[in-house]
């Protein structure tokens, strides 16, 4: 039978029923899964609440009576609460009670923090101790959800001490903990003022916000969201004081603070606090009343309020969901797409269809996925990009959710994307791929190798770029551009189509918990393979879109990318912090500018080609002394690579985390050896599809590079603006890099022929009155700086080997010089010949050049047996093809006919047949071929040509 506590009579309380300790903690200790924390039956979504700090009884105990505890912890768990967050080490008694009543504890662990805890190594010692003291009191206790190893360092502290320091100090702090309790969870509890500091090492990641405004909070939850990275996030304070902003307010606030926090994704939070009792510094705290309950337990309004919140965690089930199409592409895929499908069998989401496209495969892929409850379509091996079409045309949801046949997606995948495409008018979004656990020790090093599935954001909110491996998309939105480019067979469709989304106007979402597990390589081999193919894909998207690479042939970002782990290790050690003036800065943010020009082009694949550069040079210094300079080059160049290796591999982190040290060792070592690798894979993909350092324009025509002028009359008026953008149209159409000219500079387009050589363009206009201009166009060659950096010492080390007398040595440069010099002259004159044939396309579309137009215009009409209907029809479609009109009108009239007033229509340009049927430039028989008219006459026809 259910028992009834009742208060005593010292102490009034809300009597709740208790059926007793009928959810008892599992036996499974927490661990880290993905976004969230799994207690091995399950997600623990963490609905905590905090408990104390009280005033110590008369032994010091922090806490109030065992009895009093018993009974909070149950009103807790009978509200929905599954978590406690004490700010002291709690007794084990407490602890057997939050077991007893299905609760789990984040346990604080206090150290002087408010204090220079660093000024003397004794006291950071004694800290340690202590820490591990704590630790030691509870561990292994299977109430113990994860210890916090601190909770808010003020940031004058942290300012005074320096970030690096402290990060450093806390780190020891969580090695110390796991050396007391190693399968536990450690954490450390920042708050906005200390956001900027960097701690990978955490289990995941803790924040205290108070946001009273949902637009605010909402906005700041995905800052920390980025922040956490693919780690779980937990705010471990929300609340709001009922003293100062009435009980009602309170309870609203943090009703819509309990839903937004689950909605945006994070693993938990802790409502501060559980009671109005609070003692801090030695003393009661009266003026603030922060609790669910007031000092006499009695519930307040947002009691009830967040319990009603907590029972729809992490969203209501019943609330209306749109359908949804997952679509699984896959080739030669057996090896993995069971627990794919296994995965997408077990999404917790009522209204969803799972389609599998087996793109040819030649194992037992098909028959696999034929043992789930999936469609299965089966064609010939067409590519990635023609399979994801295939499913696109199969499915019938309004959201098309894409994965690959190696990933496995979250339980909430789709729950959190549909949630996000109903908050949001984004086109497409994306989130985290997360290398899973148990995948073998070389699979791990490959997760922290670069290469793998990046994220690209513009925002904390807003993606460039989102993997194909965990996107979804607005159904209509995805055809409107007409679906994937088949052209890509086996990478690179992810990024082509984030870019004509983008080039259409539409934006792009990140979601960091609809994440899925995405396995990575388990070979040498098979990563090697991976990353040729990556090199080929970045060779097809700069031909598709030559103007966003640079001029050695890599991704103008236009975001920050995530996941790359070499990159964020440099930009840690590069970053620097805003405080504020005199610290006083709420939210004090970590800024990271771009590396530095030799930090990007030293892990760039061409770096390497300076590398083989600098050693065929010192092996000429054998002939040529001087030549020899080039081996500490050599050496440095080698040896820049090798430390960012190894830089990169100390940033690695492994799930599995081999206890011996050879067994680490070898991880870390296997780590850096890929990271030197992947560059060189890349670059064999890169240079075997014609993305080399010396590549140039695919137009086959040339033009002579030197400066030229042209211009351009038109009888027409237009704004320059206007001008410009259509000569930068006609450049774009060739698929030729544009550069537009920026604020401070004196010419409105750079054209790149290739790495070494280009095209600038700059334009005036003279106004000669009604409506009348003349446009005056300089284009002139320009060497890159690139060019000019690598042929003036060439060009001076050929000299002095030709004057030395050393033949071998002289011969090699001076070949070297004039390649070099011929290939910039080639570029030069291929983008050369694009501007002037754009700018001759141009001048046709502004109807220039009035002497043209000087010749006598023939009007033709068809003789009387046509019927009208089949002449204003043909006519209608010469109006439709027709792009600007010439400041001319014909006059077409037909006597004999139904139509009563002459059909006008603009006289065309003559590029297109039918419309130069309408002018002199064509016969009259041309119009008679083009219209299939039987007779033209040209003689018997009444017209009029009139100045528009």
Not at 87 to 97: G, I, M, N
């Amino acid at each position: 039978m259910p028992r009834v506590i009742e208060t005593p009579l010292d102490q009034p309380f809300q009597t709740y029923t208790w059926d007793g300790p009928t959810a008892p903690l599992p036996a499974f200790m927490p661990a880290i899964e993905g976004k969230f924390i799994s207690t091995g039956c399950g997600k623990w979504f963490v609905r905590g609440v905090t408990y104390g700090t009280f005033r110590p009884d008369s032994e010091g105990l922090d806490y109030p009576s065992a009895d009093i505890v018993e009974r909070d912890f149950a009103a807790m768990w009978h509200n929905g609460f599954n978590t406690v967050r004490t700010y002291t080490v709690p007794p084990r008694w407490l602890l057997d009670c939050a077991q007893r009543n299905g609760l789990r504890v984040l346990v604080g662990l206090p150290w002087e923090q408010h204090i220079d805890f660093l000024a003397d190594e004794n006291r950071a010692a004694s800290i340690i101790v202590r820490v591990r003291e704590g630790v030691r009191a509870c561990a292994a206790h299977p109430a113990v959800l994860a210890y916090a190893v601190g909770n808010e360092i003020p940031a004058s502290i942290v300012r005074w001490l320096g970030r690096r320091r402290v990060e450093n100090f806390i780190k020891r702090l969580c090695i110390a903990a796991k050396a007391e309790d190693p399968e536990a969870l450690v954490t450390y509890v920042n708050y906005p003022s200390t956001e900027y500091l960097v701690l990978p090492f955490l289990d995941f990641v803790c924040f205290n916000v108070y946001l009273e405004s949902e637009e605010r909070l909402e906005s700041y939850l995905a800052r920390l969201q980025n922040i956490a990275g693919d780690r779980p996030l937990v705010l471990a304070e929300v609340g709001l004081d009922s003293r100062r902003n009435g009980t009602h307010a309170q309870a609203s606030v943090l009703a819509s603070q309990v839903r937004n926090i689950f909605s945006a994704g994070c693993a938990g939070l802790f409502v501060f606090s559980w009671t109005d009792e609070w003692h801090r510094g030695g003393h009661d705290i009266e003026d603030w009343d922060f609790g669910l309950t007031d000092r006499l337990r009695n519930p307040k309004p947002a009691l009830q309020a967040v319990s009603t919140a907590l029972d729809s965690v992490p969203f209501a089930i019943t609330r209306e969901w749109p359908f949804v199409s997952v679509v699984i592409c896959t080739y030669n895929g057996s090896r993995t797409i069971r627990d794919c499908l296994d995965g997408v069998g077990r999404l917790n989401y009522p209204r969803y269809e799972v389609i599998v496209v087996d793109d040819g495969s030649t194992d037992a892929t098909a028959a696999i996925a034929a043992e789930y409850n999936a469609r299965v379509i089966t064609t010939r091996n067409e590519g990635l990009s023609s399979a994801r079409n295939t499913g696109l045309a199969a499915a019938t949801g309004e959201i098309i959710a894409y994965t690959d046949d190696d990933a496995r997606p979250d339980s909430h995948w789709l729950m959190y994307l549909a949630d996000s495409f109903g908050r949001s008018s984004h086109a497409a979004i994306g989130g985290h791929n997360i290398p899973p656990p148990g995948d073998g020790m070389i699979a791990e090093c490959v997760a922290n190798a670069p290469g793998g599935p990046i994220h690209v954001l513009l925002s904390d909110t807003e993606a460039e770029h989102i993997p194909g491996c965990n996107m979804a998309f607005r159904r209509a939105e995805l055809e409107a551009i007409g679906g994937f480019d088949v052209r890509f067979r086996t990478a690179g469709d992810d990024v082509d189509i984030c870019w004509r989304l983008h080039e259409a106007g539409r934006t792009i979402g990140f979601c960091p918990a609809a994440f899925v597990w995405h396995h990575r390589r388990n070979s040498v081999r098979t990563y090697w393979r991976q990353q040729k193919g990556y090199g080929k894909a970045e060779a097809l998207l700069e031909e598709r879109w030559p103007e966003r690479y640079n001029s050695l042939g890599h991704v103008r970002w236009g975001g920050r990318l995530y996941g790359h782990r070499l990159h964020q290790a440099i930009e840690r050690r590069r970053g620097f912090v805003y405080h504020g003036t005199w610290g006083s800065a709420p939210f004090q943010s970590l800024y990271q500018p771009s590396s530095g020009t030799l930090w990007a082009l030293s892990t760039m694949p061409e770096w390497y080609l300076l590398v083989a550069l600098l050693a065929f040079l010192t092996t000429l210094g054998a002939d040529w002394t001087p030549l020899r300079y080039a081996l500490p080059f050599l050496v440095g160049a080698i040896a820049l690579s090798l430390g960012q290796a190894v830089l990169a591999s100390r940033e690695a982190s492994f799930p599995s985390a081999p206890a011996l040290r050879w067994t680490r060792f070898k991880m870390y070592a296997l780590t850096a050896f890929l990271t030197v690798i992947q560059p060189l894979g890349r670059l064999y993909g890169r240079l075997r599809h014609g993305l080399h350092p010396l590549r140039w324009s695919r137009e086959a025509d040339m033009a002579l590079p030197f400066t030229r002028h042209e211009s351009i009359w038109s009888e027409r008026w237009q704004s320059p603006e206007e001008r410009l953008t259509l000569v930068d149209a006609m450049l774009r159409e060739v698929r030729i890099s544009v550069q537009p000219g920026g604020h401070f500079d004196r010419w409105d387009f750079a054209i790149r022929g290739g790495t070494l050589g280009a095209v600038r363009i700059r334009m005036a206009s003279e106004e000669h009155g009604g409506g009348k201009q003349l446009l005056l166009f300089k284009c002139w060659p320009r060497l890159s700086p690139l060019a000019l950096a690598i042929m003036a010492p060439v060009t001076l080390s050929a000299a002095g080997a030709v004057a030395a007398g050393s033949l071998i040595s002289g011969t090699a440069l001076t070949l070297g010089t004039v390649a070099f010099a011929f290939r910039a002259l080639q570029e030069c004159g291929a983008a050369m010949a694009v501007v002037k044939r754009s700018l001759s396309r141009a001048a046709e579309k502004w109807n220039v050049k009035g002497s043209e137009h000087e010749h006598p215009v023939e009007i033709v009409e068809p003789a009387a047996e046509i019927y009208d209907e089949i002449l204003i029809s043909d006519l209608s479609v010469l109006g439709a093809h027709a792009s600007i009109a010439a400041p001319y009108e014909i006059r077409i009239g037909m006597p004999e006919k139904k139509v009563s007033t002459p059909l006008t229509l603009p006289l065309f340009e003559a590029t297109d047949s039918r419309v130069g049927a309408a002018s002199s430039l064509l016969s009259p028989y041309s119009v008679e071929r083009e219209l299939g008219l039987d007779h033209v006459g040209s003689t018997d026809v009444t017209s009029v040509v009139e100045d528009r």
